[in-house]
């Protein structure tokens, strides 16, 4: 069953970001939204766009920094990368999205118990 | 912890990104466009053409606009440039139209300004004027009878000031002695209002010193080294200047040493002396003072009265010559006694101004509703474009508030002048003193009257937004419904909202008509003599000048004869008790005509034989006494027709004795001539002149020989042949070289006496409230025209319709004025409904009320008069329209 193009929450997209700027490290702003689809094996097909307003927010936060470079093919792009209180911020969103899981897993298991 | 650092980072950056609005939106430009060529890139690179590559980045995009929309809300403040566009636009929008924008914002600013001054003064004066501690337990003790219902204050000698110690009811009392002394030293000596108090004043009052101490019990004179005095403020700024040296140094009061050792509050004008003095009071039985009596927490006024009325009553049968007899004690609280009627007054004019002011916002909301309906059609055109209705209300709200803080602050600004407008202009003897240092603008009246416009003003600005919910937008678009005449609920509101202010308006100019020939009434008041050129002078004898009857005499007409026989003196006399319009003194007599008449009272004047050709007194019978009689002192007089009217209703007076046990005084201050209660012959009749106020009727009064009762002062009127200034100068030259030690106490322009103490109240209210209803009629009138010119400009099409049909255009021009003159008509006979049914209320003054006829419609007249051509215009031009222009308008 293929996902229609569905508006990501907000504080999905900036979780997806910050985990996927975690693990490879600087990215310009292509490559990380060709990244996020490829890790989600397309299951999210997000308006590439998008992602531009999410990065300003994370900037804003202090969460991630930018600062121009030079991408492979010789063009002029900005790179973003992780911060040390983005890294802090990971792991919060990380735990709490944890706890989340597991409650609705544990709700969505239950049967009706006995008599 | 991490997401407050986070919002505060957050706020930080977004406020600093408006300073960089461009360069980011360049950065985001490129940036985009790198991420745009990277995806075609991959594209072409997995096979697909050139154009297809293109597009597929494209739609894996996104919009790209919609991309730049969300970066840039959020970028900066976001809604700052949705605001500024806004202002903007609502700016341009009150430049076109400049007639509407000044009148809603002087509307506002007028009525801000007017109730904000007046709540002012009016909340110094009457709510809390004093600076005194406990000052609602301080009162004045007056005694009244019938023949002085507004009472005298209760005199007492020191010894009795004990008694009054004593009372029960009583928590602390003070005495006061008012003089005037010289201020002798290095320049001409002035005259100082010099206030003797017992040595408890200060503690007392509980107002702390401006600058040094106050004098206490330990200051009172007798065994103290030197005696002291304290300035008050306002003396103390005039005189030397605010210099704080001033404390500690020397000062000369007749001849006396005092240290100075404070300057009084600006607040404490307390009997407004200018030096305070601990007073040297001597145990003479036959001094009398003032006590100023605060009654203890609890106690009413009525057991203060039962407590004083047997000390009154033994007082009169003590010194019977002396203490007012058969009186009874009445208390009164400080404003009653200061203000009287200007309390009334003030709380009228204070009404009036909240009329003002509900005017004011009447009008705007008039004008805005007016222009609301005409930009409907806008609206409408906006809405069906796509803007949406809170876009729309958000433009409407910053307008409104644009014209509404404009006017708002402008209020502010007039409010303050108005403060110090009206403090010059309030009559001086009709309010405590103490409040004048604490009239100024009220910081909460000021946010509340602000507040009551910005609300009207942006309710009445939001009104067409209301009004465009309920129709629907594309039949208005469609069917130029902006030449029609607006909805039947929009109408009706202006028609009341019309109404409404007219009836307010009606209701003021009826208060000032009544105003204004209450204060004529009294200032054509016929006197009895001719005021013109006329002055008065008070002289006060040397110390030391040799108490004998002959050397007083002598004196008093010596200066007499020096200022009269001074250039450009036409006449002076002497008249000790009489300064007319006001009355002096009152004393029992007896005719001897009619032994019956036990009670009889009358004015006792003590004059020159001249005074009658000085006042310009006529002559009705008899002659007037001669300078020899009025030498030895004989025993003539004269009395005047509401004397004869009295006391000789079917007989001539002349011939007849009278004679006034009053004359005989027992006082070591006056020096009279023998057996001044003896009969004396009336000799001849004047005409009435005022002696007893400008708003109590003559009295009969009774002229003797000035030489019958003397004292160190005299009391000169004089008559100059032009210029009183200069001749007052001249005359008091005169009297110095006659004798250097004389010195003038006070001396004034009788026209001057009449202004301020006979009708300056009524002026002032005349004054004001005339101004506040030509300002009303004016924000009556541009409310009625803008709307009647709104309705026409709306109009046009059908009016065009109807000319072309035949119509005259006498007939359209009868149609505009049909429904706008029914509406004022209406409203002003609200507002003379209103006017009468309140007349008590607004009632400012005894000598004119609101129920005057004449008044009435003369005011009615002037209301028509002037609304008539504010819509005569709007309907001229109406009919001035050629109807093919108007049948092409849209």
Not at chain 2, 509 to 534: E, V
Not at chain 2, 641 to 658: A, E, H, I, Q, S
Not at chain 2, 670 to 693: S, Y
Not at chain 2, 858 to 878: E, I, K, Q
Request: proline share 5%.
């Amino acid at each position: 069953m293929q996902e229609t193009r569905s508006d990501v929450l907000q504080g999905t997209l900036d979780l997806m970001v910050l985990k996927t700027l975690d693990v490879m490290g600087s990215m310009h702003g292509y490559a990380l939204a060709r990244r996020i689809e490829q890790i989600s094996e397309d299951a999210v097909s997000l308006n590439q766009g998008t992602i531009y307003p999410a990065l300003l927010r994370l900037q804003q936060c202090g969460w991630i920094s930018a600062e121009w470079g030079v991408s492979g093919s010789n063009r002029r792009a900005k790179f973003y990368a992780i911060t040390r209180s983005g890294k802090k911020q990971l792991v919060v969103e990380t735990r709490s999205w944890e706890r989340v899981a597991e409650t609705m897993a544990r709700i969505l298991a239950s049967s009706r118990p006995p008599l | 912890m991490n997401r407050f650092v986070a919002l505060f980072r957050t706020l930080a950056s977004r406020s600093l990104a408006i300073f960089r609005t461009s360069s980011a939106e360049r950065d985001l430009d490129e940036e985009l466009q790198t991420h745009l060529n990277l995806a075609i890139e991959e594209n072409l690179r997995n096979g697909m053409t050139p154009e297809a590559a293109r597009s597929a980045a494209l739609s894996a995009f996104g919009g790209v606009t919609q991309t730049k929309e969300s970066y840039r809300t959020q970028l900066g403040l976001p809604f700052l440039p949705v605001l500024l566009q806004d202002l903007r636009f609502g700016f341009r929008q009150l430049w076109k139209s400049p007639g509407f924008a000044l009148v809603a914002i002087g509307s506002l600013a007028l009525g801000i300004g007017a109730s904000v001054a007046v709540f002012s003064v009016v909340r110094a004066v009457l709510l809390d004027p004093y600076p005194y501690k406990d000052a609602n337990r301080m009162v004045h003790v007056e005694l009244r009878d019938k023949s002085t219902p507004h009472g005298r204050l209760l005199p007492v000698t020191s010894i009795e000031f004990k008694d009054l110690q004593q009372l029960p009811a009583v928590d602390d009392v003070f005495l006061m002695d008012n003089s005037r002394q010289a201020l002798t030293g290095d320049s001409l000596p002035i005259s100082v209002n010099v206030g003797s108090y017992s040595a408890n004043l200060f503690t007392y009052m509980g107002v702390p010193p401006l600058l040094g101490r106050e004098f206490t019990p330990a200051d009172a004179p007798g065994g103290n080294a030197s005696p002291v005095a304290v300035l008050s403020y306002l003396f103390w700024k005039k005189q030397y200047g605010g210099q704080p040296s001033i404390v500690g140094k020397t000062i000369e009061l007749d001849h006396t040493l005092y240290t100075v050792i404070g300057v009084a509050n600006p607040r404490f004008t307390w009997g407004d002396s200018e030096v305070y003095l601990p007073g040297n009071f001597k145990a003479d039985p036959h001094y009398y003072m003032l006590p100023f009596i605060k009654i203890k927490p609890g106690v009413t006024h009525e057991s203060l009265i039962a407590q004083l009325q047997p000390l009154v009553d033994r007082y009169a049968r003590q010194d019977p010559t002396n203490f007012p007899q058969g009186m009874k004690v009445a208390i009164v609280t400080l404003n009653e006694e200061v203000l009287g009627n200007f309390q009334s007054a003030l709380l009228t004019l204070f009404g009036a101004v909240l009329l003002l002011l509900l005017i004011g916002c009447a009008n705007v909301s008039i004008l805005m509703l007016a222009r609301g309906v005409a930009r409907q059609h806008e609206f409408a055109v906006r809405s069906s474009v796509g803007a949406g209705r809170g876009r729309i209300l958000r433009q409407l709200l910053t307008e409104s508030i644009m014209l509404s803080l404009t006017g708002a602050a402008l209020g502010v600004l007039l409010a303050y002048r108005g403060v110090d407008l009206i403090t010059t202009n309030l009559p001086m003897y009709s309010f405590p003193h103490e409040a004048s240092a604490a009239i100024h603008v009220n910081g909460t009246v000021l946010l509340f009257a602000v507040a009551i416009a910005l609300l009207t003003g942006i309710l009445f600005g939001l009104s067409p937004a209301w009004q465009l919910s309920r129709a629907e937008a594309s039949s208005l678009t469609q069917s130029n419904s902006s030449r029609m005449a607006g909805s039947l609920r929009g109408r009706h509101t202006h028609r009341a909202l019309i109404a409404g202010q007219v009836a307010l308006t009606m209701l003021l100019l009826a208060s000032a008509g009544a105003a204004m020939r209450a204060f004529l009434t009294l200032s054509k008041t016929p006197l009895g003599i001719n005021p013109q050129n006329l002055f008065f002078m008070a002289l006060s004898l040397p110390k030391g000048a040799p108490l004998t009857w002959q050397y007083l005499a002598n004196s008093q007409e010596s200066i007499r004869n020096a200022a009269e026989s001074t250039l450009g003196v036409e006449s002076a006399s002497v008249s000790t008790t009489w300064l007319p319009p006001f009355g002096g003194f009152r004393g029992k007599v007896a005719v001897s005509s009619n032994p019956n008449l036990t009670d009889a009272q009358a004015d006792l004047a003590l004059v020159s034989p001249t005074i009658f050709t000085t006042l310009q007194v006529p002559l009705l019978s008899g002659r007037f006494f001669t300078p020899e009689e009025d030498a030895r002192a004989a025993h003539v007089a004269l009395v005047n027709r509401t004397f004869v009217k009295r006391y000789f209703p079917d007989g001539d007076p002349l011939g007849k004795n009278v004679r006034s046990p009053a004359l005989k005084m027992d006082n070591p201050h006056l020096v009279a001539t023998d057996k001044p209660d003896d009969w004396l012959q009336i000799i001849g009749v004047v005409d009435d002149a005022r002696n007893d106020g400008l708003d109590r009727p003559i009295q009969p009064q009774i002229f003797f020989p000035d030489s019958f009762v003397l004292d160190t002062n005299t009391f000169l009127i004089v008559r100059a042949k032009a210029d009183p200034a200069a001749t007052m100068r001249a005359v008091a030259q005169s009297i110095h070289r006659l004798n250097p030690g004389i010195f003038v106490v006070e001396q004034h322009d009788i026209g001057w006496l009449l202004d301020t103490q006979g009708w300056a109240t009524e002026r002032f209210l005349a004054a004001i409230f005339a101004l506040f209803a030509v300002l009303a009629l004016l924000l009556a009138a541009t409310g009625i025209y803008s709307v009647v010119s709104y309705t026409v400009s709306q109009r046009t099409r059908e009016f065009g319709v109807r000319m072309a049909l035949g119509a005259q255009r006498a007939s359209v021009v009868r149609l505009v004025l049909q429904a706008s003159l029914l509406t004022v008509a209406i409203g002003a006979v609200i507002g003379i409904v209103l006017s009468l049914s309140l007349s008590k209320f607004i009632a400012t003054s005894s000598h004119a009320t609101i129920r005057d006829p004449l008044m009435l419609v003369g005011v009615s007249a002037m209301l028509l008069a002037v609304t008539a051509l504010a819509c005569l215009y709007p309907a001229w031009r109406a009919a001035s329209i050629e109807p093919m222009q108007a049948l092409r308008l849209e």
